[in-house]
C-alpha cells in the first residue's frame, strides 16, 4: 500500500485503509459518511454548517447541498419577520397575522433569495422594510385570497438595497 487511502483484496472483497500516523486504519462507508474525526481527514458538514459562510474545514456530499436548500420555515411574532439570511436561501411562511417583513441579518450584496408567502383562511398584509425596493419604486402588494400564495424572489443589489420581484396568486 501506498501514502493516503488504499484498497486491498481480502477473501474476495475491497477493503479501504488510510494511513493515519505511521498506522493503516481499516475504514468502511459507514465511517466516511460520518462525520468522523480521523487525524489528517476532513469532516463532513451538516446541513448548519452547509449554510454557514464561516464554515471552510469540513466538506458536504451532494445530497448535503440538495438538503441545503430546502425551505427554511419562517414565523412571526408581534407582526414581524425577523431573520437571518445565513439559515437559507428560500424561505417559506404562512401567514397568521399582518406582518412586517423586517430588515434580514447577514445580507451578502449578490446573493439571492425567495420567499414563498402563502395566506391562511383570513387574507394578511405584508408590509416591508425600508431595504426592500422594486421596479418603479413600488413594492407587490400580496394577494388578498384565502390559501393563496405569492412567491418573492430578492437580489441583494447594495448594502441596505435588496431587490424584491414576485409572482402573485401561483398554484
Known amino acids: 500500500m501506498q501514502a493516503g487511502v ?35 481527514i476532513v469532516e463532513r458538514a451538516t446541513i448548519a454548517e452547509v449554510r454557514d459562510p464561516s464554515v471552510d474545514d469540513k466538506f458536504p456530499t451532494v445530497k448535503d447541498l440538495y438538503d441545503a436548500l430546502a425551505a427554511v420555515n419562517l414565523t412571526s ?7 437571518d439570511l445565513d ?11 399582518n406582518t412586517q417583513l423586517k430588515n434580514p441579518s447577514n445580507v451578502v450584496i449578490g446573493k439571492t433569495w425567495s420567499l414563498e408567502w402563502k395566506q391562511d383562511t383570513t387574507p394578511r398584509t405584508l408590509t416591508w422594510g425600508s431595504f426592500f ?3 418603479a419604486k413600488t413594492l407587490p402588494t400580496v394577494t388578498a385570497v384565502n390559501g393563496a400564495r405569492d412567491h418573492f424572489t430578492f437580489e441583494n443589489l447594495a448594502t441596505g438595497k435588496i431587490m424584491v420581484t414576485s409572482i402573485l396568486n401561483h398554484d
Do not use: Y
Not at 411574532?77 to 431573520?83: G, K, Q, Y
Not at 428560500?90 to 397568521?96: D, E, G, I, L, P
Open 77 to 83: 411574532t408581534s407582526n414581524e419577520i425577523i431573520f
Open 133 to 135: 425596493t422594486a421596479a
Open 6 to 40: 488504499d484498497k486491498v483484496m481480502v477473501a474476495g472483497q475491497f477493503l479501504s485503509f488510510i494511513l493515519v500516523g505511521t498506522d493503516w486504519v481499516e475504514i468502511n462507508a459507514a465511517e466516511v459518511l460520518a462525520t468522523v474525526a480521523i487525524p489528517g
Open 87 to 97: 439559515d437559507g436561501i428560500k424561505f417559506r411562511h404562512t401567514a397568521t397575522e
